[in-house]
């Protein structure tokens, strides 16, 4: 049984660059994964599948990229469950610093 977490990162991008920083993201990952990871990732419109194995557990997720919104579900294995409020700010922490407005607010 998995531990589902639900996080809205609000922007003010648009789909099209919401989605291309999400794409640019996803190769720093492993990065950010003590041990190193194997990371998958799929799209299907603005709808992104991502799959990440590390230190013998799966962490699934499914990212929806609206105009002014991503909304990332992920599915924790009971084994990481305990780190779930962790987890949970991680994502809103480095998700809002990549999907920060640095144009100063002119917008295009």
């Known amino acids: 049984m998995t531990n589902p977490i639900n996080v809205d990162l609000p922007h003010s991008l648009g789909a099209e660059e919401a989605k291309r920083r999400m794409q640019g993201g996803i190769g720093k990952l492993e990065d950010h994964i ?3 990871a194997i990371v998958d ?3 299907a419109g603005d709808r992104m599948h991502l799959n990440v194995q590390a ?3 799966e962490v699934r997720a499914v990212v929806d990229v609206e105009e002014k919104l991503v909304r990332l579900q992920l599915d924790l294995p009971p084994m990481l469950s305990f780190f ?3 987890i949970e700010s991680l ?3 480095q998700g809002t610093q990549m ?3 640095k144009s100063g607010g002119a917008k295009g």
């Open 34 to 36: 003590l041990g190193g």
């Open 41 to 43: 990732s799929s799209w």
């Open 55 to 57: 230190m013998g557990q």
């Open 84 to 86: 779930g409020k962790k």
């Open 91 to 93: 994502i809103r922490r």
């Open 99 to 101: 999907l920060e407005d």
